[in-house]
């Protein structure tokens, strides 16, 4: 991956502190919320059935509402903290961001005329930033990428190995997860900064091409100057997943990583009935995202829901209570199954997997929607 400026030793002693600071809110405060809350059930005579019952027993606790203000203050730190260890090195990874390889592998393709859609942008004027409380947005801070790199690991509780610069072997296990077959043009849908494209090109080595879109510039930039320093030819193209471009039946595998919590339900059924006219008859269509509520007991469904609001998360609310196998075959895909991701991986998108287990490891939503019928 580029190399990013090393951070002060004082930095990295706030990185470290914000590590720990997010493993002992998840691993004591939770915790004790859930261990509170099998009490309280008990003493009740029957368990909770419904999202809303549960969370009428944990809202009013102020263990939960400490864990909750934690939680989302330790993200906006961790972004800030992330921005101001890059601050004075702006014009380096400026010129870093702008330098164009002699001879690349893949290519960059951008579209300054390209409209980004208000639900994208609108939070962001109210402070919101509705994606992850990222300051900006995706697409707000050209240097987004760098930002990233480094907040995203302290998300990941990696901050000292990076982000993109260690890919999750959990990442790997689901790019090569496909049905066996010939995949010879795959498409990585709001491709962000490139960790499923690349584990994608990795494990499909002989694929004529791999394209991964996004309507953010700034993580495309990005994504293509990783992609070439990890020399992995992949075509990063800025384009809109409702409406791409691409002729019917471009691609033999379409695949998309913690997008779908990221849409409206309406730009979502967009999105879906694109990538079904986008693939070959044949393909297939696959994605990892977070575990429905009903997936989930309920207490852990009720803790889950909190980053709709405590992470900026705008549509995580809607889209996990949404049925996703129904929006697919009704776009059209037949044998349409999902369920979780078999894969252990101790510290990784540790509150997602905390509150789905009760320990760390990866659980997270996997959708195959194989065999589109042939025209």
Known sequence: MPELP????????HFDYLEGLRGYN???HVKGILDAYERAAAAGGSAPATMAEAGEIIAPSPLYRFAAATQHQAQKMG???ARRSLEGHTNRLAEVLDRMPVEPLGRLVLDPALELPEYYTERDSEGLDDIHLVPGGYWGDPLVGPVYERGGALYRMAWRTGYTGSPPGALMAFAAGAPAGEYRRILDLGCSFGGLTMALREAYPDAEEVVGIDISSAALRWAHLTAEERGLAIAFEQRDATDTGYPDGSFDLIAGFLLLHELSAETLDAVMAEAHRLLRPGGHLR????PPYEALP???AFLQSFDCEGNGEAFWDEFLSRDFKAVLSGC???HVSDGPLDYDEPGYWGTAALLRTGEFRIENRWVNAADKPAA
Request: charged fraction near 15%.
């Open 287 to 290: 994605f990892l995202d977070m």
């Open 79 to 81: 972004w800030a903290a």
């Open 298 to 300: 309920p207490e852990r």
């Open 26 to 28: 998840y691993t004591v």
């Open 332 to 334: 059209g895909f037949v």
């Open 6 to 13: 090393a951070p002060t030793q004082e930095q990295a002693a």
